[in-house]
């Protein structure tokens, strides 16, 4: 099993749409959760960031977290092709790996049609 | 805003070469990590560094070695070039204490021939 696990997509979906994209996790330790944006042929940039569970929202983003379940996932309201991109999960390790350690899944892709 | 500038963005090189990715940050952070990106491998982390001369492998240390004589600098060494070390070289910061955000440089597209 891997330790960060993303389907790799593509996630389609047309504008204005809501996307949802989701993210589950190995270690239980594990207590800061990220998401980061990666465009094609650049370095990943970081959309957000929720430590306890339950939602966190910055603008058309909302982080949803869910440590019994081992999940997170990202949502995006009224996506817009500039959005289309490959979203990275990240995950910090637990006390045994070390927080500072952030373990990434693969990504999925998003498109979004106009 | 953070910035990590990573000295090269491209290279090449050839079987057997001696390699250096330099990375700076000027936040004045403690963490910094070196990670490849491969597709359908996304990223493993090769070396972190917690202090100015303190290092720790990460997942994937094997023929890579690091450099930190400096806080905002990191280095990473490829003491003879292979061509499974072609990939996406990314340099990031951590900021310290914290969110535990990892900033990116640009990153160091690597070819080796």
């Known amino acids: 099993q891997k330790e960060v696990e993303q389907n790799s997509g593509p996630l389609s979906v047309p504008e204005g749409a809501i996307a949802s994209l989701n993210c589950t996790y190995s270690?239980?330790?594990?207590?800061?959760f990220f998401w980061y944006r990666q465009y094609s042929g650049k370095s990943p940039e970081l959309i957000m960031f929720?430590?306890?569970?339950g939602d966190k929202e910055d603008g058309r983003f909302t982080a949803q977290l869910n440590k019994a379940s081992q999940y997170v996932s990202l949502l995006i309201r009224d996506s817009q092709p500039s959005d289309s991109a490959t979203y990275l999960c990240?995950?910090?390790?637990?006390?045994?790996?070390?927080?500072?350690?952030?373990?990434f899944g693969t990504g999925t892709r998003l498109l979004v049609s106009p | 805003d953070v910035k990590v500038t990573q000295s090269s963005r491209y290279l090449v090189k050839r079987t057997g070469e001696k390699v250096f990715l330099e990375c700076v940050q000027d936040?004045?952070?403690?963490?910094m990590f070196w990670y490849r990106q491969d597709p359908g491998l996304g990223l493993r982390l090769i070396y972190f560094?917690?202090?100015?001369?303190?290092?720790e492998k990460g997942d994937i240390p094997e023929g890579y070695s690091v450099s930190r004589e400096k806080k905002e600098r990191f280095s990473l060494i490829l003491e003879s070039a292979s061509t499974n070390q072609t990939s996406m070289y990314l340099c990031?910061?951590?900021?310290?204490?914290?969110?535990?955000?990892?900033?990116f440089g640009a990153g160091s597209r690597l070819t080796v021939l």
């Open positions: 990240a995950v910090s390790g637990g006390m045994n790996t070390g927080f500072q350690k952030l373990v």
């Open positions: 270690d239980r330790g594990s207590q800061s």
């Open positions: 929720i430590y306890s569970n």
């Open positions: 936040m004045d952070h403690e963490n």
């Open positions: 560094s917690y202090d100015v001369k303190m290092k």
């Open positions: 990031a910061s951590m900021n310290n204490p914290g969110a535990n955000v990892l900033t």
